[in-house]
C-alpha cells in the first residue's frame, strides 16, 4: 500500500504548514536574534580610538586596523643624534622614581599606521615578525606598563629594526609627532640593519635626537659608550633549525668559513690558508647551481659539494665571522647556536652586550691585518681552553641570542642595571651559566679581569692656609685601600689654593731625572728609540693564556 501525499504548487508537503499567528512568532525572534548578532560584530570589530585602550596587544588589533596618521610635510624633524649623550645628560632618571622591586617601567605606544600627506606609508614591510615578537615580549614582562604616567622608558611601535625598509625623513617626523617625545628624552629605538648602500652606515641614519639606541652594527665612531646598547643581529635560522646541544671537543674542521658575499681579499686570503693547511680548514660559498629561495639560504657548497646550514657549523672547532657590508652578522648567531668558538676580524665592531659580557670567555678576536696569521694564533690557544669557549658560546646564544624575546629583555636589564647600579647583576650573574654542569668550581681562566663593584669612601679636608699639613694629610689619606675620592676644601677666599698635584710629572726634580734618563737611552741606542704608538697596553693582559700573536707588548710582564 502507499500512502497518499498531497501536493502543493511547491511540490509535496511532507510537513504540515504552520499556523499564521506561529510562524509570526519565529519570524519575530528570529529577527530579534540576528539584530543582536550584528550588534555585538559591530561593536567588536569598529576601529575603536587609540586612546580607548592604552594596553599595546597585536592580537587585539591588527595592523590594517591601526588608525591612520596623516604626516604633514610641513611637520618637524628631530636632532640628527647627539653624539655626547651619557645617561646623566640625555635621560631623566626621575621619570623612573623610587621602585621597591628595581625595575623599570617601560610603555609601548599604540600601534599606529604613519603616511605621508598623499597616503603614502613611511615604510615598505609596515610591522616585521621579529619587531612584534619584541613588543610581544615586552609587554607580557615585568618591566611593561600600560600606564603611561608610570613609565620610565617608552618604546615606539614604529618598527625600525630595517632601515631598507623605511623613508628616512618620514620616519624621523612621526618619531617627533609621538606625544611624550620631549626630543627623544627616555626613548628607546630597536634597529638591527642600519645604513644602506653605498656607504652602509654603522647606526641608525633616522634622526633620532637624545633618544637612546639599541643597534646591531655599532662601530667604536658611532657607539655612545654607557648610553646606546650594542645588540645582536637576529638570526630568523634561530627559531627554525633546531641545533641540538653538542658535547664540547676536538671537530672534524679545525676551521670553518660559511659567510657567502664577503670582500675578495678576505677570500683569497682565506683560499691560501686553505691551501696550507688543507682538510683542517673548509671554505664554503653560496651554492650557485641552486634556485634562489629557502633552499638556497640553508645550503652552503664547496667544489660542487653541498653542505646543511647552519648544521655544518657544528662540525668545525672555530668559525670565521668577518665584516660584510655591515659590521653587525647575523652569522655571530648562527655559529654560537652551534657552539662553535667565533673568530671575530670586524675592527672598531661593538660586540653584541659588550657592556655586561665578557667575550673572551666565548671568542677570540683577531685584528682584521693579522687574518694570515689566523690559523697560527687558534693553534696557540689550548685544548682545555677551547672546550670552555665552545660551551660559554652555546651558552650565550641561550640566554642572549636565541630569540626576540631573549634580545629585548636583556636589553632592558642592561638599561635597568644603569638606573638602579646598587641592585645591578654581577659579572657572575651576566657571565656564568645558572647551573655549571661541567665543573663545581670555575675555571681559573675566565676569572674576570676587573675587581668587585665596591663604593668606596669619599674624605673630606677642610684648610685653610697651611700647606705643608694639608700635603702631609693627603698623602696619608691617599694610603687607604678603600679611598674613592679626596675632596679638598679651600677656605682662604684672599688667597689661591697650591697648583694641583694627580701625578709626578710635574715634579721639576722627576722632569730632570726623565730627561737624563731618555738621554741616556739615546746615547746606547745610537738614535731615539722611543716610538709613539696607538696601541693600548693593558698591565693585566700580559698574563692571561691568551695567543701571543694577539698581544701588542708580550713582554710588557719583564718591565
Known sequence: MCASVKY???????????????????ITLFSVVLLGLIATGMFQFWPHSIESSAEWSLDRRSVHDAPLVRIPMSSPIPERGDLSCRMHTCFDVYRCGYNPKNKIKVYIYPLQRFVDEVGVPISSTGLSR?????????????????????????????????????????????????????????????NMLPGGPPDYNTALDVPRDRALLAGGGFSTWTYRQGYDVSIPVYSPLSAEVDLPERQPGPRRYFILSSQTAIHREYRVE???????????????????????????????????????????LQESSFCVVLRGARLGQATLSDVLQAGCVPVIMADSYILPFSEVLD???????IPEEKLPEMYTILKSIPHR???????????????????????????????????????????EEWNNPSVVKWSSVNSPLFLPLIPPRSPGFTAVVLTYDRIESLFRVITEISKVPSLAKLLVVWNNQNKSPPEAIDGLSLDQTHMVERSECINKFASVFGTMPLKVVEHRADPVLYKDDFPEKLKSFPNIGSL
Not at 133 to 150: E, H, K, Q
Not at 359 to 365: D, E, G
Open 270 to 312: 682565506l683560499e691560501r690558508l686553505k691551501e696550507e693547511n688543507g682538510e683542517a680548514l673548509l671554505l664554503l660559498d653560496k651554492c650557485s647551481n641552486l634556485s634562489q629561495g629557502l633552499a638556497s639560504v640553508r645550503k652552503r657548497c664547496y667544489k660542487g659539494q653541498v653542505y646543511d646550514y647552519p648544521q655544518i
Open 385 to 427: 681552553q677551547v672546550e670552555e669557549m665552545q660551551r660559554q658560546a652555546r651558552w650565550f646564544w641561550e640566554a642572549y641570542f636565541s630569540s626576540m624575546k631573549a634580545i629585548g629583555m636583556t636589553t632592558l636589564q642592561i638599561i635597568n642595571d644603569r638606573i638602579y647600579p646598587y641592585a645591578a647583576r654581577t659579572y
Open 8 to 26: 502543493g504548487s511547491r511540490g509535496p508537503a511532507l510537513i504540515p504548514r504552520m499556523k499564521t499567528k506561529h510562524r509570526i512568532y519565529y
Open 130 to 190: 621579529e619587531y612584534n615578537d619584541l613588543l610581544s615580549a615586552i609587554s607580557d614582562s615585568d618591566f611593561y606598563t600600560d600606564d603611561v604616567t608610570r613609565a620610565c622608558l617608552f618604546i615606539p611601535s614604529t618598527d625600525v629594526l630595517n632601515q631598507n625598509s623605511l623613508r628616512i625623513r618620514e620616519t624621523a617626523q612621526a618619531l617627533a609627532m609621538l606625544p611624550r617625545w620631549d626630543k627623544g628624552m627616555n626613548h628607546l629605538l630597536f
Open 359 to 365: 667575550w673572551k670567555r666565548a671568542s677570540v678576536v
